[in-house]
């Protein structure tokens, strides 16, 4: 059974540090990975997706790598901003379905 | 192009009541999936489908829980006999086809139980 790990739960930061949020998965027979952010009390975000085939993925300020072998993730957002604050939760697909970490709660403060 | 939308937002229940809760995916898009998060909890896959076909339903729960997906229409998760510990958001995501790429998620339906 698919397990996902997100480390640190937390994390408060102040502006403009640079990042990085963790994930790890237990199978690492799987089709790709997605970064998601979630603000208090809305819907998910997609931020990036990885197909198991790639290395990493970038998108302005973020950036995604993925070590299928070693069942690792990282996130790395740079020159943080307060309206970085939310939760980012990482994901893996396999056969039908999402397997979600309990995810990073980041505070960037101003 | 609108995105996910789920219906209603938020939705009040007494013990014992009925919930349905409704989703149209974005356009183009004909796979469905529901998740659940449970308060301070991640995400929980639990029934995955097509127009009119059930494809993966391994994580509803065996009594009370049933989805549907009609041929027209939104998709509907529906919760009977509502208890407490139903209280949560319910998220739909959906996405074009089965390859499992990328999946677009709904603003989520808080269910309170009362």
């Known amino acids: 059974k698919q397990e996902v790990t997100q480390i640190p739960a937390a994390l408060s930061v102040p502006e403009g540090e640079n990042l990085v949020l963790n994930c790890s998965f237990t199978d690492s027979a799987i089709y790709n990975l997605q970064w998601f952010r979630q603000d208090p009390g809305k819907g998910l975000t997609s931020l990036l997706l990885i197909q198991s085939s790639q290395r990493e993925q970038t998108s302005g300020r973020l950036n995604a790598s993925l070590d299928k072998s070693s069942g690792r993730s990282t996130l790395y957002i740079a020159a943080s901003q307060p309206g970085d604050s939310a939760t980012y939760l990482c994901?893996?697909?396999?056969?039908?379905?999402?397997?979600f970490g309990s995810g990073t709660r980041l505070q960037v403060q101003p | 192009n609108a995105g996910v939308m789920q219906n209603p937002r938020h939705l009040v229940r007494r013990r014992g009541q009925e919930a349905r809760l409704r989703c149209s995916p974005m356009k183009g898009h004909s796979h469905v999936y529901w998740y659940r998060q449970l308060p301070e909890e991640g995400l929980k896959f639990m029934v995955y489908?097509?127009?009119?076909?059930?494809?993966?339903e391994s994580g509803m729960p065996k009594e009370r829980f049933s989805a549907e997906f009609p041929k027209e229409g939104p998709s509907i998760l529906r919760i009977q006999q509502v208890v407490r510990g139903d209280s949560a958001a319910y998220f739909c995501?959906?996405?074009?086809?089965?390859?499992?790429?990328?999946?677009?998620f709904g603003e989520g339906s808080r269910l309170t139980v009362l």
């Open positions: 995501a959906s996405s074009p086809d089965s390859s499992i790429g990328e999946l677009f």
């Open positions: 994901a893996v697909s396999a056969r039908r379905a999402l397997t």
């Open positions: 489908l097509q127009k009119e076909n059930i494809i993966d």
